[in-house]
């Protein structure tokens, strides 16, 4: 974060810069400070934060229109290629960090477009809270799911313009972002297979967040593989089974993507587990369960 000499140089305009220009410059300075981990997602454990390189890719920062507002979002792709696979890459609580930016880059490796919005940007910049509680209640436990839902058609847009091709989307998530994978797979007729890591699958309703995975199973239009931690202690392996119920009943009443959803769970591994700048990460499970979202996307026709 910026001590107040550092924002008041931030702020200040350069000898002889108009005010346009200095507005342009903060911006892309903004984007350049977001660079880098979220304040409430420190310390990074450095020993295991994977970093890949761009070597052969595109990547950088974008905006592309919804609703009269400008969505920012990190992609990444092969360089010098069209007509790509394209996979949404769904934040965590902590927005569109370095973690977030690198799984997109481990896409593009793949050979996908891989497109990463910041989902919370209207509300806030979750990267600069230092606290998880106050991000939570000042930002995160604002942002509604129709605007969730509306960026991430803006996002699928962007991708076809941008050498995406549309019949070929996936969808990927992680906390926060897995139940959002879960939702968007349920409402987009773009979407062609989802990977839901550790997403939340049962809640209260509220105006904000009227339904939840559990709600929507019975029309999900996409099938969705679900990635779990047997030892996270905030999704009871209970929910999971009743998640598990609800599409199997959805499945015998017709739906093929409720029928051909499916879990694995990481019996030693908790929460977080793909999280490799944090405690929580686990080898094992992480390399895995990408490596089987990787194989889904192929075998549901998106890769």
Not at 39 to 62: C, E, F, S, Y
Not at 180 to 188: K, N, P, R
Request: charged share 20%; hydrophobic share 40%.
């Amino acid at each position: 974060m910026l001590n107040q000499d550092q924002k008041n140089d931030f702020n200040a305009l350069l000898p002889g810069e108009s005010t346009e220009a200095g507005a342009s410059r903060r911006t892309a300075l903004k984007t350049a400070l977001g660079v880098g981990y979220a304040a409430a997602a420190l310390p990074i454990m450095a020993q295991t934060a994977i970093k890949t390189p761009d070597t052969g890719l595109k990547t950088g920062q974008t905006t592309y229109e919804v609703n009269g507002f400008k969505v920012p979002a990190f992609f990444a792709a092969p360089a010098g290629k069209t007509n790509l696979p394209v996979v949404l890459v769904i934040q965590e609580i902590f927005g569109v960090h370095e973690y977030i930016a690198d799984t997109a880059r481990r896409f593009a490796k793949a050979g996908y477009l891989a497109i990463a919005p910041e989902l919370y940007a209207r509300q806030g910049d979750p990267r600069q809270y230092p606290e998880t509680a106050k991000l939570m209640s000042e930002v995160v436990s604002k942002v509604p799911d129709a605007q969730v839902m509306a960026d991430l058609d803006g996002a699928v847009k962007w991708a076809g313009a941008n050498g995406g091709n549309l019949r070929k989307v996936g969808i990927t998530g992680f906390c926060w972002g897995g139940r959002i994978t879960w939702l968007y797979a349920e409402q987009s007729r773009n979407v062609k297979a989802g990977a839901a890591w550790y997403g939340r699958l049962v809640g209260a309703p509220s105006e904000l967040t009227p339904k939840h995975p559990l709600d929507l199973a019975t029309g999900l239009k996409a099938p969705v593989l679900g990635l779990y931690g047997g030892q996270d202690s905030g999704i009871p392996l209970t929910t999971i089974n009743q998640m598990k119920d609800a599409l199997a009943e959805a499945g015998k009443q017709g739906n093929a993507a409720a029928r051909a959803s499916e879990f694995v769970v990481y019996k030693d591994a908790p929460h977080a587990f793909h999280a490799d700048y944090r405690p929580s990460y686990r080898k094992e499970a992480a390399e895995d369960g990408f490596a089987r979202a990787l194989a889904w996307f192929k075998a549901h026709g998106v890769a």
